[in-house]
């Protein structure tokens, strides 16, 4: 499920019919909905504390599915994606940090929003009964037996809870540079735009590193590699606030460029699996390689180099790249019969 979970918050949906599950029906603030896929509701909301902001994945149940295999898949989705994260959070956390992938940390799940837990039922009534959780249904005029039995048995799906990932998305970042380029126009000189380009393509090797040591050291597959989906967070020390203070200059300023220093973050690994296989590897690639091609033309040109074939990229943080590589010059030739076929 293709999700964008950067600080750039759209306008919740007005739309969405869907129900927050327990305990987040209740949270203040309440969530905000930054986007809904084919699978899933993405919301940013906290953790605890107010000041704490996470990621809330909500997977609603589909109606169009039959109830028994509706919640097996849900379970298996949910399950696998955290066991993902857990395990990427883990890598290169002993090492050196130069081949560490960077992930969203889990911060809790529920794989059946609608199973009973021994125990929680009787506390959530007795706070709703007191009146201490207040929500749309008692605004409506119904009764609190009349909530309970409403929002406990009408209730399915899954969540998990994650890290918010401060910054911006590379596709965002992509595209800042792009527009600056374009507002400048022949004002830019040479060697400023030597220092771009310089910016862009350390950019790229960040990502094939990071990229590489997720399928070599982490044994994973993400699924769904776009500019969309590769984070960058700010240093240590900048922090969200002078983040966020940097966007505005650039959006009311003609001459400001993003800046394109920082942690590589990979997220959303909703269509992630756990494989050596080199095939898989080398489609990974591939999807990466498309997304660029078809999103960031500008920097088309320099993904093999600098993403795939760099020391400081792919290759160089994956003793096995060649192969992997080899692989996908199979894989492009499959994918041009393929665009020749129609």
């Not at 028994?68 to 849900?74: F, G, I, K, P, V």
């Not at 401060?166 to 992509?174: I, Q």
């Amino acid at each position: 499920m293709p999700t964008d979970l950067t600080t750039t918050i759209p306008a919740p949906s007005p739309t969405t019919t869907h129900v927050l599950p327990s305990p987040f029906t209740y949270s203040q603030p309440a969530p905000v909905l930054l986007t809904q896929g084919a699978e899933a509701l993405v919301y940013k909301t906290h953790f605890l504390d107010p000041s704490t902001p996470a990621i809330l994945k909500f997977r609603p149940s589909k109606a169009y599915r039959h109830p028994t295999l509706d919640a097996r898949l849900t379970k298996q989705r949910v399950l696998a994606e955290a066991r993902v994260l857990v395990k990427l959070g883990g890598v290169g956390a002993e090492g050196d940090g130069l081949c560490e992938v960077n992930v969203p940390g889990v911060l809790g799940l529920e794989w059946d929003v609608g199973r009973k837990v021994k125990g929680a039922e009787g506390a959530v009534r007795v706070r709703r009964t007191q009146g201490q959780e207040q929500g749309p249904s008692q605004r409506r005029g119904q009764s609190v037996e009349e909530r309970v039995k409403e929002e406990e048995g009408g209730q399915k799906g899954a969540w998990i809870l994650m890290e918010f990932v401060e910054g911006r998305s590379v596709k965002e970042s992509l595209r800042g540079v792009d527009a600056y380029v374009k507002r400048r126009g022949e004002a830019t000189s040479q060697e400023e735009t030597a220092r771009m380009n310089e910016e862009v393509k350390s950019l790229m090797r960040r990502i094939g590193r990071a990229v590489g040591a997720m399928h070599s050291r982490g044994g994973v597959v993400h699924g769904d590699l776009t500019s969309s989906n590769v984070m960058v967070r700010p240093r240590a020390g900048k922090g969200l606030n002078g983040h966020a203070e940097q966007r505005h200059e650039e959006e009311s300023s003609s001459i400001s460029c993003p800046d394109l220093k920082g942690e590589i973050v990979l997220i959303d690994f909703g269509l992630a699996t756990q494989s050596i296989q080199d095939e898989d590897r080398a489609v990974d690639l591939y999807v990466l390689e498309r997304a660029f091609g078809s999103t960031h033309p500008r920097q088309e040109d320099w993904f093999d180099a600098e993403v795939l074939q760099h020391q400081d990229g792919y290759r160089g943080s994956f003793k096995g790249a060649n192969v992997v590589l080899k692989r996908l010059e199979e894989v492009r030739m499959r994918g041009r019969k393929r665009s020749m076929i129609g």
